[in-house]
């Protein structure tokens, strides 16, 4: 019912910068909740940043280098990551907490990941 595209990832040198972007489509009555995810191998899947109506919030290890945003308008969020370290290489997953027109709740979907290899 809601189908989420990431773009954005890549090879980057670090102190560099990158732009995740994350579409959602299909039938969105509501997005509830908006967020982005990482991965790296052998590691445990960890929150990054989410957005919210109530406001943004951010994973300790990347304050003051991530920031969130939203277009409600293209259901789209974007993480602008800056001054990149080589341990922020990771498979990155965008997560929605979606109200459909043809459900009571919302429900999470996640997008497909994109790759951020950050070398030294």
């Known amino acids: 019912q809601v189908q989420l595209v990431e773009s954005g990832g890549g090879l980057v040198q670090a102190g560099g910068s990158l732009r995740l972007s994350c579409a959602a489509s299909?039938?969105?009555?509501?997005?509830?909740?908006m967020g982005w995810y990482r991965q790296a191998p052998g590691k445990q899947r960890e929150r990054v940043a989410s957005?919210?109506?109530?406001?943004?919030n951010y994973a300790d290890s990347v304050k003051g280098r991530f920031t969130i945003s939203r277009d409600n308008a293209k259901s789209t969020v974007y993480l602008q990551m800056n001054s990149l370290k080589p341990e922020d290489s990771a498979v990155y997953y965008c997560a929605f907490n979606v109200l459909t027109r043809q459900s009571n709740w919302g429900v999470d979907y996640w997008g497909q990941g994109t790759q951020v290899t950050v070398s030294s």
């Open positions: 299909g039938s969105i009555f509501r997005i509830n909740y």
């Open positions: 957005i919210t109506g109530d406001g943004t």
